[in-house]
């Protein structure tokens, strides 16, 4: 392990522009489950019934009351991975992180540039008017009964600001993910699966474009195979190592 941690480092360190890609693994540490992973939320609840646009508007009231039980909301806080990565970021060594994540906790842990792919649970709007509202307002009303919850202007039915199955993807982030991906010499993967498209081809673009990709992940992933380096194990244990020793050595 310890000469992976010198590899990744290494390759930080020599590169001009490292992005990183992280998906729901690096935020378990932070009590939110991921989908895919040994505790992963699709063990219990079959994807297309949950997290799907029509599974959502055939029962806003369910998604809302599963989307409490997930915790995924505003009071999870940045765990040791996140702190690293905004790190890495501050001392320059880091260009962009392009999320799959969408609890906030990258931006919370001190990232300033931060592309989110699947949208966001800090903001729910309301499918009648659009109007917007923090997404705390929103799981108040939920926790207080009123389900589904609706716009305090039109009465619509609130829709939490997430891409679900079935939904584009906002396409401002999905194009500047690309152009980063064709942008960069080195992309390190962090906490993904990398089986959802199209932040799954997002590697393959940067190889394509002469980078090389490092991935951290408990399991084995889709794409080990493309990596440079290949590191199995928990993210807030490893990336620290890997960032004190990016800090130790001068480039
Ligand atoms: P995924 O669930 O498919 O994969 C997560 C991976 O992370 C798994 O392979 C797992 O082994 C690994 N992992 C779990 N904990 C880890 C840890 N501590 N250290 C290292 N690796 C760890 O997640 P994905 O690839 O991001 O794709 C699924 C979708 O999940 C995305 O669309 C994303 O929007 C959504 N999602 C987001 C959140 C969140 O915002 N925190 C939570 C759940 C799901």
Known sequence: ????????????????????LTGAGISTESGIPDFRGPDGLWKKYDPFKV??????????????KRALERKL????????????LAELEKIGRLKVVITQNVDGLHQKAGCKDVIELHGTVRTAHCLECGKRYPREEVVGWVEKGELPPRCKECGGIMKSDTVLFGESLPTDAISSAMEEARKCDVMFVLGSSLVVYPAASLPDIAIQNGAKIA?????????????????????????PKIVEEVKRKPR
């Open 73 to 84: 909301s505003t009071d999870a806080e940045p765990n040791k991975g996140h702190r690293a």
């Open 215 to 239: 991935i951290l992940n408990m399991e084995a992933t889709e794409k080990d195979w493309i990596a440079e380096v290949v590191l199995h194990g928990k993210i807030g244990e490893i990336l």
């Open 1 to 20: 392990m310890q000469d992976k941690i010198l590899e990744v480092a290494s390759l930080i360190r020599q590169s001009n522009y490292a992005v990183a």
């Open 51 to 64: 997290a799907s646009i029509e599974a959502f508007m055939a029962d806003p009231a369910g998604y809302w």
